[in-house]
C-alpha cells in the first residue's frame, strides 16, 4: 500500500534514525509541535513546549521553574498526483514520533529534543519515486535576563537521507530501510532567539535559524550536491487579550533562494542530471488563538500561508512542494498539574500547478500537471516534574 518513513525512532539503545515528512511550508512542516501546529504555526512568543527547540527556542524561558518531558506522534498524510502523465503517488502515510526535555532552574533552561526538520516524498507505479528526510538532535540554552527579556539559542545537529529512483533517466540509489535514506549526509548547524514581555499582555519574540550546512550526500557510487535547508528569519507576538483568550502571530522569511538552486546527481564523479529548481523566498504567515474554557480545556484555532516557491517551469512531479493553504485547529487537556495531552488536525486544500518549461516529450514538465493536498495530525503527552 503505502511507503512509510519514520520520524525519529528512539531505542534503548539511545540511536535515532532520520524521517522523512512530506512538508508543506516548501520542504518545512506548517508547525512544530501540536500547540504551535493548531495555531497556524505560530510560535515566536509564547510558551509552547519543547517544540520550542525547533521554533523559537528563547520560549522554554517561558516555562515554569522544573522539568518537562514532552513525547510525540505525528502523522502525515500527503495526496500527490500527476492526472494524465504519473497517476498518483503512493506515498500517502507517513508516522513522526518526536521528543523533546527542558528543565529551567532560576535563570537557566537548557534541555534537550530530537525532530524531523521536513522533507519530500513520491512514489509512482512506474517504480519512479524520491524519498527526501532532514532531521535535527537540539541542544537548547536559554537565560532569563530579566523579567520581560529572554534570550537563547541552540545548536543542531542536521541529519540528510536521499532515496532517488527515476527510471528513464537510469538513476537507482534506495536502501531496504523505512528508516534511513540511501544517500546521507550530516552538518551542524544553529539558532538564536529572544521573547520580549512588552506588557502585561503582550510578548513579542524572534528567532534567526542558520542553513543547514548539508555537504554533498553520498550513496556508493552515487552523489547528490546542491541539497541544503535554508536560513530562516522569524518574527512575531502572543497577546493575552483576557485570562481565557491568546491571539497569535508570525511572520517568517524562509530564504530558499540561498539553499534550493540546483541539485546535481553525479555516478561516478560524472553528472547524470542537474534539477534546476531556482527556489523563491518564501515568507510564510502564521495566524492563530487559543481560548482556555475551563482550566483543563483549551480550544486552538489557525491559519497559515505560504506561497509555493518553485517555479512553474521547474516543478517536478518527484518534489511537488506546492502546498500553500493550511487551516489548522486542536486542543489541550490537562490532567492534572503535573501531565497533559495536546492534538492538532491541519487541512491543506488542494492546490494544482502545470509545468511550463520544456514539453515532456524532451524529458521536460512542459503541460504536466501536479496536484497536492494533505490531512495531518500531531498528538503529544507532556509530563511536568
Not at 191 to 197: A, D, N, Q, S, V
Not at 238 to 261: E, P
Not at 297 to 311: A, D, F, S, V
Request: hydrophobic share 40%.
Amino acid at each position: 500500500m503505502k511507503s512509510t518513513k519514520l520520524a525519529a525512532i528512539f531505542a534503548a539503545s539511545g540511536l535515532v534514525a532520520p524521517t522523512l515528512a512530506f512538508a508543506t511550508n516548501g520542504m518545512l512542516m506548517e508547525g512544530y509541535g501540536p500547540i504551535a501546529a493548531a495555531m497556524g504555526g505560530a510560535a515566536m512568543a509564547y510558551d509552547n513546549g519543547t517544540a520550542a527547540m525547533a521554533n523559537n527556542p528563547a520560549t522554554l524561558g517561558l516555562m515554569a521553574e522544573g522539568r518537562r518531558l514532552d513525547v510525540m506522534l505525528g502523522f502525515v498524510g500527503p495526496r500527490v498526483a500527476a492526472p494524465g502523465t504519473m497517476g498518483d503517488s503512493k506515498a500517502d502515510a507517513f508516522y513522526m514520533p518526536a521528543i523533546g526535555y527542558a528543565a529551567r532552574q532560576d535563570r537557566l533552561t537548557y534541555g534537550l529534543g530530537i525532530y524531523g526538520q521536513g522533507g519530500m516524498g513520491t512514489e509512482y507505479a512506474n517504480g519512479d519515486l524520491a524519498q527526501v528526510s532532514v532531521g535535527r538532535v537540539i541542544f537548547p540554552l536559554v537565560y532569563r535576563v530579566n523579567n520581560r527579556l529572554n534570550v537563547g539559542g541552540s545548536l543542531d545537529l542536521v541529519w540528510a537521507g536521499m532515496d532517488l529512483v527515476v527510471g528513464q533517466m537510469n538513476i537507482r540509489f534506495k536502501d531496504s530501510s523505512n528508516y534511513t535514506g540511501a544517500a546521507k549526509g550530516y552538518s551542524v548547524a544553529a539558532k538564536l532567539g529572544f521573547t520580549y514581555r512588552y506588557n502585561r499582555s503582550l510578548t513579542l519574540g524572534g528567532v534567526y535559524q542558520t542553513a543547514g550546512n548539508l555537504p554533498d550526500l553520498k550513496a556508493g557510487a552515487y552523489k547528490v550536491s546542491g541539497f541544503d535547508m535554508p536560513p530562516i528569519v522569524g518574527l512575531g507576538l502572543a497577546w493575552q487579550a483576557s485570562h481565557r483568550l491568546m491571539a497569535t502571530a508570525d511572520l517568517k522569511d524562509v530564504l530558499w533562494g540561498s539553499s534550493m538552486n540546483t541539485v546535481t546527481i553525479y555516478h561516478n564523479g560524472a553528472v547524470v542530471v542537474p534539477f534546476k529548481q531556482d527556489w523563491s523566498n518564501q515568507m510564510v504567515l502564521s495566524l492563530g488563538a487559543a481560548y482556555r474554557f475551563t482550566d483543563a480545556l483549551t480550544g486552538r484555532i489557525g491559519y497559515n500561508h505560504g506561497k509555493n516557491p518553485i517555479p512553474d517551469q521547474y516543478v517536478n512531479y518527484l518534489w511537488p512542494a506546492i502546498a500553500q493553504d493550511h487551516y489548522t485547529a486542536g486542543f489541550g487537556y490537562a490532567f492534572d498539574k503535573h501531565s497533559d495531552v495536546n492534538f492538532s488536525l491541519s487541512y491543506v486544500p488542494q492546490i494544482s500547478v502545470t509545468g511550463s518549461g520544456t514539453p515532456m516529450a524532451m524529458g521536460g514538465n512542459g503541460g504536466m500537471t501536479i496536484t497536492h493536498r494533505q490531512v495531518n495530525w500531531q498528538l503529544m503527552y507532556s509530563r511536568l516534574f
